[in-house]
């Protein structure tokens, strides 16, 4: 027994030396653990996925992680093995934004600015390189998906919620505006669905990011192991194939179930209180339903509290932004983005830096010492130094994007239909509908043949149904945009 205790620990020895020239030889070559590298890179048969690894800080993304994501997905873009990609993260994040305490450091010297402005462009040609994919992608939104997270995943054309995903674009609670395609996508959204995510920095959770669209399906997080394996397994990756598979494990919606957070009468108020280009408008649109005592009095003054928060200086640009990006191509909407984060980091706003400073590295509650601090004491013309034509966006790098490829539809095409699309349906004027109106059962059996039985479509084409009302021209929305203001 004593010489088996011996061997036994003479192996333990051994063992142990081993171990630790392991560690000793990967610390000298600069090489982490592969399970501990900040993206883990997985492949079965045809399928290659990427998992975020930095769960202790909520998968936020540095600049290592954007380096080690774009060489890999240019290079399974381009493999012939390769046919579908899915993104997820470790633990309790999808991606909870860009990790941007190092880039304010490097924005408050001046020498060192440029390194602020790169981590910019490689995240924007990474956002643009996967919004543009040649192959089918899959991006599972599970848990905190805001800021850089939203970059990775909104231009994919499979986007999966669960009930734990929390949505946000919270750049104005930083003193920075939506970027990393936002201002394409968000505008892109319902009525003013967009505007009022980008200005309250509010954060949207589980079946509501896939009724707003951000999301393509909503899947209980339970059946996110079943599903991965199922898409790995798939022999047939057509992008219906996937749609499909998807839509088997996606949660069904029934007629008893609570109505969403934003529809009825919630939806109309938000519509017109945020259709306007003037923030000072939004705000005084919210101060009178306040003052209504209406059923939309406390969310209004939840939202003007959201708002009266953030930086005075960053909600001004974030509404020029989105205005501006809703008619703007996803590359160009990206330019303008680069334009507006250089601004930032040049000194056109003292915000950016003071923000992050307040809240990511001294974790300070309360309102930021922004400068301006008010809306009042900031002038409109503000936002002239944030676009084309400011020496601060004179600066800005050209992003390295082909602009002969645009997403197209990749945004509504296995979502919900928008309402626009439902609209067009209604007045006969949606391409393969027929030139005549249809009625309420005719159109939802035309939407079940485009888009399969899908949770909750039948409940939004009766909402929008009901906000049509019959008119000379055929049809008009009982709520019209105010726009202006």
Request: proline letters at 5%.
């Amino acid at each position: 027994m004593l010489r088996a205790l011996g061997l036994n620990a003479r192996r333990t020895a051994v063992s142990m030396s081993t171990s630790r020239l392991q560690a000793v030889t990967r610390h000298l070559s600069g090489m982490a653990p592969v399970d501990e590298a900040p993206v883990l890179f997985k492949s079965e048969g045809n399928t290659r996925s990427y998992i975020l690894n930095r769960p202790a800080a909520l998968n936020t993304l540095n600049e290592t992680m954007i380096d080690m994501l774009g060489a890999q997905i240019k290079v399974w873009n381009e493999n012939k093995l390769c046919n579908l990609i899915i993104g997820r993260g470790n633990d309790r994040a999808f991606c909870a934004g860009g990790d941007v305490k190092d880039v304010v450091m490097n924005a408050a010297n001046p020498e060192k600015q440029a390194d602020a402005i790169r981590f910019f462009k490689k995240e924007f040609e990474l956002d643009f390189a996967l919004a543009t994919l040649t192959k089918p992608y899959v991006s599972v939104m599970d848990g905190y998906t805001m800021g850089g997270g939203v970059g990775l995943s909104i231009g994919a054309p499979f986007r999966i919620a669960t009930e734990a995903s929390r949505f946000a674009m919270p750049e104005a609670k930083i003193g920075y505006s939506p970027d990393v395609g936002a201002t394409y996508f968000l505008p892109r959204l319902d009525g003013e669905l967009g505007t009022y995510l980008a200005l309250t920095s509010n954060a949207i959770s589980g079946r509501t990011i896939y009724e707003f669209g951000l999301a393509t399906h909503f899947v209980p997080q339970r059946r996110l192991p079943t599903l991965l394996a199922a898409l790995s397994s798939l022999a047939d990756s057509s992008p219906e194939a996937i749609n499909r598979t998807i839509e088997e494990h996606s949660a069904e919606i029934s007629p008893e179930d609570p109505p969403g957070a934003f529809g009825g009468e919630r939806r109309k108020v938000l519509d017109a209180c945020f259709s306007h280009n003037r923030v000072e408008s939004i705000i005084k649109d919210l101060e009178d339903v306040v003052s209504s005592g209406g059923s939309q009095a406390q969310w209004a003054q939840e939202t003007l509290d959201a708002m009266l928060v953030l930086s005075p200086t960053s909600l001004r640009v974030a509404l020029q932004a989105v205005r501006w990006g809703k008619h703007k191509e996803l590359a160009d909407a990206l330019q303008m983005e680069m334009g507006i984060a250089t601004a930032f980091c040049t000194g056109a706003s003292p915000d950016f830096i003071t923000g992050v400073t307040h809240l990511l590295i001294n974790k300070e509650k309360g309102r930021a010492a922004w400068s301006p601090a008010t809306l009042d004491d900031t002038q409109e013309n503000i936002t002239e130094q944030f676009f084309e034509g400011s020496p601060y966006v004179e600066r800005a790098p050209r992003l390295n994007l082909d602009r002969s490829i645009v997403p197209g539809d990749k945004l509504t095409r296995y979502a919900l239909p928008n309402e626009t699309t439902i609209e067009a349906a209604v007045k006969g004027s949606l391409p393969g509908s027929g030139s005549f109106a249809l009625t309420p059962t005719e159109l939802i059996s035309s939407f079940e043949r485009r888009c399969g039985q899908k949770a909750g479509l039948k409940q939004k084409i009766k909402d929008v149904i009901g906000e049509l009302v019959p008119s000379k021209s055929g049809y008009e929305r009982l709520l019209t945009d105010t726009g202006g203001g």
